[in-house]
């Protein structure tokens, strides 16, 4: 699924990217605070207040939400309970700048599944933009020196935000699968709290193995109120709102290439907020991803 982007689609496909490079610098800023997969549940527990009272009638026993609760429970899973409970798993090891750019697989994962689970076919051109993304993430694992291709290590934090992008690049390719009632999928909000009802779930069941299994402790105060406030809101609600947008109308294959702002972003942020200044190695993989995205754009045109 190939389309050209207008202005309005371009944009609301940057703003995530934007939010996301935000949340993982945050989440990096909070990591002593507050345990991982903690932070995902308290995050989403907001995001289900704000959406309350909008969306309360999704309660009711008559919703058109429960007879499609098969459908939801798995988005759900995918993106509220999984997916960023790995990435804030993975900042406990790696940097934010690290964690956005092993991200930039995010191509790769949608073509191929796109191809493998929903027969789309895929375009050389599209493969080649995703070939330029991925030389970006292995200059980042080889920290610039190729030879340590051959000898590369993974942390915990790139096998977890590689399971991350698995799981988004699934969860976007079903968004354009749409089995669920007008009333649902025809209001924004309803739409999303339809996944934060079930994530909340798999959130808590997550959360309470994590208090389980782990030494969690919290530390209240303000710096932690401030962050919760801010992936609630921005990551969280306004990024899953422009993200279902974009993915509806530009197709996931297009979208998954948006995804690659997000290291751009992330890398300024994390010079400013934390002082983690980019490497040279970083830069090669920015203009890596950077052709990636143009090399896709200009044969898609």
């Not at 009272?53 to 429970?73: G, H, I, M, Y």
């Not at 051109?125 to 970006?136: E, K, T």
């Not at 200059?139 to 051959?150: I, M, P, T, Y």
């Not at 798999?202 to 932690?224: K, R, S, V, Y």
């Amino acid at each position: 699924m190939t389309q050209k982007l207008s202005p309005g689609t371009a944009l609301m496909l940057t703003v995530p990217p934007l939010l996301w490079a935000g949340n993982a610098v945050v989440g990096r800023l909070v990591s002593e605070l507050v345990p991982p997969i903690t932070l995902n549940f308290l995050r989403w527990a907001i995001a289900f207040f704000i959406l309350l009272p909008l969306t309360w009638q999704l309660l009711k026993p008559s919703s058109p939400l429960w007879p499609n609760w098969r459908r939801f429970a798995l988005l759900s899973l995918l993106g509220v309970g999984c997916y960023n409970a790995l990435q804030y798993l993975a900042l406990q090891t790696s940097t934010p700048l690290n964690v956005t750019l092993v991200a930039a697989s995010t191509p790769v994962f949608m073509l191929a599944i796109g191809a493998l689970f929903f027969k789309t076919p895929v375009r050389a051109a599209q493969w080649l933009g995703a070939a330029f993304s991925i030389a970006g993430v292995l200059v980042v694992l080889s920290r610039g020196d190729w030879e340590q291709l051959f000898q590369v290590q993974f942390v915990v934090g790139d096998i977890y935000i590689l399971l991350a992008v698995a799981c988004w690049a699934m969860y976007s390719w079903l968004l354009t699968q749409r089995n669920e009632p007008d009333e649902i999928r025809s209001n924004w909000a309803a739409f999303l709290m339809a996944q934060v009802i079930f994530g909340l779930g798999w959130a808590g069941m997550f959360t309470g193995a994590e208090w389980a299994l782990t030494d969690a402790h919290i530390t209240w105060g303000m710096p932690l109120y401030a962050a919760l406030a801010f992936v609630a809101i921005g990551p969280a609600v306004l990024a899953y709102r422009c993200w279902g947008l974009g993915v509806q109308t530009a197709g996931p294959a297009v979208a998954g290439f948006f995804a690659n702002l997000t290291p751009l972003f992330a890398a300024i942020m994390s010079s400013v907020f934390l002082g983690d200044l980019p490497k040279v190695y970083h830069a090669l993989a920015f203009a890596l991803i950077v052709s990636g995205i143009v090399v896709s754009s200009r044969r898609a045109s």
